[in-house]
């Protein structure tokens, strides 16, 4: 099996990129097979996908993620048949919960329940996306109509179907998701999966979820790959990410990351990692990450060495790869050796 190439564009830093249309004109030529965004608390995922979509044709725009919190599940659904419509049927609709730091913070919203809000939230997409009947769903977390006794109720809300006819009934959901059972609903009700984490050399901790994945479901991680004869200097921007998510994404009681790595066979470094991060010490909490972990998650080094670590992941149940490139010519060097492999 060949891995699909996919260009991770991520969100923007203080201000755009200046070259992400001509970095997707490109990655479109040499065979990648997506394009994709996300979003945190500044820029949105879903324009830039429509301004890179008005100048290509063929590769897939995605968002990993966007945010269930930003949007109510109607209008994602808007935006995503909007999208498809102007593309020609290449958008991937990637959700995910973000975190309670940026719902509660930057959304007001509350973070409590998040896989049956996550549920919830695709149930209702999907429902828009069918068009077989109106939009009617009830839960604790989404009510459509909204109930005429409800406080501010005018009393006029009825189930109402898209005007739009979907271009595709079957727009692909992906969903980014790290605990188990988060991932497991993945499976049983999106068409893909974004891990965050991902080793295909350690210890399986994925492997009760991925063991009987349905024809056609994808799995795209995303991994740094960066062509260097100096591994170690490599690594250390690896291990820079991995002190920033695993010691101070979070608290010290619930850190999503810190657990990941945990379960990945490094408790006690995620420990340290995470002590050392809080209590300020950001250069020893980078130090204290395993150049074994950093090296698990990604592909650094130079090119013969990428080719071996990239068998492994053709045997994984990871069918594409999602990475970062600097300029074009990291862009043409990840797809020989990826595409090629």
């Not at 999106?190 to 024809?215: H, I, M």
């Not at 795209?220 to 250390?236: S, Y």
């Not at 010691?247 to 490094?266: I, K, T």
């Amino acid at each position: 099996m060949t891995l699909k190439l996919n260009l991770m564009a991520g969100y923007w830093s203080a201000h755009p990129p200046q070259n992400f249309v001509e970095m997707a004109q490109l990655a479109e030529r040499l065979g990648y097979y997506g394009f994709f965004t996300a979003e945190a608390w500044g820029s949105d995922a879903l324009t830039p996908l429509a301004w890179v979509g008005a100048q290509t044709s063929k590769i897939k725009l995605g968002t990993a993620i966007a945010q269930i919190s930003a949007r109510t599940p109607t209008s994602l659904a808007m935006h995503a048949m909007t999208l498809d419509h102007l593309t020609n049927g290449r958008v991937i609709l990637g959700l995910g919960v973000s975190g309670p730091q940026v719902v509660e913070g930057w959304y007001g919203r509350p973070f409590a329940k998040p896989l049956a809000r996550t549920r919830a939230y695709v149930d209702i997409i999907r429902q828009v996306l069918a068009r077989d009947e109106p939009v009617q769903h009830q839960s604790e977390h989404y009510t459509l109509p909204y109930p005429e006794d409800a406080p501010g109720s005018w009393g006029m809300g009825k189930p109402l179907r898209s005007i739009v006819h979907p271009l595709r009934s079957d727009l692909p959901i992906f969903l980014g998701a790290e605990g188990p059972k988060n991932v497991q609903m993945a499976t049983e009700i999106c068409d893909g999966w974004y891990p965050l984490y991902f080793s295909p050399t350690g210890p399986k901790v994925y492997a009760e979820q991925t063991a009987n994945l349905r024809p056609g479901f994808e799995i795209f991680c995303p991994v740094r790959l960066q062509i260097t004869d100096d591994v170690e200097r490599g690594l250390e921007g690896i291990k820079e990410n991995l002190a920033l998510y695993v010691g101070g994404m979070g608290s010290r009681d619930q850190n999503f990351h810190n657990q990941l790595v945990a379960r990945m066979g490094y408790e006690d470094a995620a420990r340290k990692i995470q002590d050392l991060y809080l209590d300020g010490k950001k250069r020893e909490a980078v130090a204290a990450v395993p150049d074994a972990l950093a090296d698990e998650i990604s592909l650094i080094g130079p090119p013969e060495r990428i080719r071996d670590k990239l068998a492994a992941w053709d045997e994984s149940p990871v069918t594409g790869l999602m990475v970062w490139a600097n300029d074009e010519r990291d862009l043409a060097q990840m797809a020989e050796l990826v595409l090629a492999a």
